[in-house]
């Protein structure tokens, strides 16, 4: 494999950093691909936190070169009968357990082909029930990464997110589903779903006891201290206060729901 051909591996999990298991999912990269390029997106999601993880990713993939194989493992399910997936989409790969961490990619990439992985054709020295990560979904990713097709991995499957279908018609219904550092509530309604004239279109976004009818560019078009709804920089709506905290100030928490309809 020559420079050129060099492949980019992300990694996410819940894994933190102060224990070998990272460490471990790198070093079976690096031993069936040599050459592979490895970019931790980040280990600290909060302990079986599979939402946020799936968050996490959906708002940093397409950042990433065309090929990039990215692993992300928060898996509570680990050894269950739940599969280990493959997604291939026009532009990315991505690997991990099926328990909706991918869903998020799926609402927004409507050609992936979906192969359930085939622990049988992935060959590696250990084999334990409680470290996919390292036995299963890394070794997946450095054979896709050395040109293995796969086929010679997993086999092809239908498949249904687990989540809710991607949302056609308003009104929408979502919810928030991740509060960042700054106390803003970011919703798992992308801006792809709000449509081209999001910005000048009017209207009713209802999260708790808030209605808003205008969503913002930036943060500063609303007043110091004033609360506003806006696309963020991960491409979903969100809520915020202008040098605040929306979250505290109105005592939301993740899975709060959110309303959203068009006004003439």
């Given at each position: 494999?020559?420079s050129?051909?060099?492949?980019?591996?992300?990694?996410?999990?819940?894994f933190?950093?102060?224990?070998?298991?990272?460490g471990?999912?790198?070093?079976?990269?690096?031993?069936?691909?040599?050459?592979?390029?490895?970019?931790?997106?980040?280990?600290?999601?909060?302990?079986?936190?599979?939402?946020?993880?799936?968050f996490?990713?959906?708002?940093?993939?397409?950042d990433?070169p065309?090929?990039?194989i990215?692993?992300?493992?928060?898996?509570?399910?680990?050894?269950?009968?739940?599969?280990?997936l493959?997604?291939?989409?026009?532009?990315?790969?991505?690997?991990?357990?099926?328990?909706?961490?991918?869903?998020?990619?799926?609402?927004?990439?409507?050609?992936?082909?979906?192969?359930?992985?085939?622990?049988?054709?992935?060959?590696?020295?250990?084999n334990?029930?409680?470290?996919?990560?390292?036995?299963?979904?890394?070794?997946?990713?450095?054979?896709?990464?050395?040109?293995?097709?796969?086929?010679?991995?997993?086999?092809?499957?239908?498949?249904?997110?687990?989540?809710?279908?991607?949302?056609?018609?308003?009104?929408?219904e979502?919810?928030?589903?991740r509060?960042?550092?700054?106390?803003?509530?970011?919703?798992?309604?992308h801006?792809?779903?709000?449509?081209?004239?999001?910005?000048?279109?009017?209207?009713?976004?209802?999260?708790?006891?808030?209605?808003?009818?205008?969503?913002?560019?930036y943060?500063?078009?609303?007043?110091?201290?004033?609360?506003?709804?806006?696309?963020?920089?991960?491409?979903?709506?969100?809520?915020?206060?202008?040098?605040?905290?929306?979250?505290?100030?109105?005592?939301?928490?993740?899975g709060?729901?959110?309303?959203?309809?068009?006004?003439?």
């Open positions: 494999m020559t050129s051909q060099q492949k980019t591996i992300t990694l996410l999990s819940d933190g950093t102060n224990n070998h298991y990272v471990a999912m790198k070093g079976v990269i690096l031993n069936i691909c040599p050459h592979a390029q490895i970019i931790d997106i980040t280990h600290g999601i909060p302990h079986f936190q599979i939402k946020q993880a799936g996490e990713l959906a708002c940093c993939y397409d990433f065309t090929g990039t990215h692993v992300a493992v928060v898996d509570p399910g680990v050894g269950s009968s739940r599969k280990g493959l997604i291939k989409t026009k532009h990315h790969n991505f690997i991990g357990p099926d328990n909706g961490l991918f869903d998020l990619i799926l609402q927004r990439e409507h050609d992936a082909e979906i192969f359930e992985l085939d622990p049988e054709k992935i060959h590696t020295p250990k334990s029930h409680t470290f996919h990560g390292r036995d299963l979904f890394s070794p997946a990713a450095a054979f896709l990464a050395k040109g293995v097709s796969p086929e010679n991995i997993g086999k092809k499957i239908s498949f249904t997110a687990k989540s809710k279908p991607k949302r056609t018609d308003f009104p929408l979502g919810e928030v589903i509060i960042d550092h700054f106390g803003n509530c970011i919703t798992d309604i801006k792809s779903e709000l449509g081209e004239n999001a910005f000048s279109q009017k209207w009713q976004l209802n999260i708790a006891q808030k209605t808003f009818h205008k969503i913002a560019a943060y500063s078009e609303s007043e110091h201290g004033s609360e506003t709804a806006l696309i963020g920089s991960s491409g979903f709506l969100e809520f915020s206060i202008n040098q605040g905290n929306f979250s505290k100030h109105n005592h939301i928490s993740e709060c729901p959110v309303h959203v309809e068009k006004q003439k």
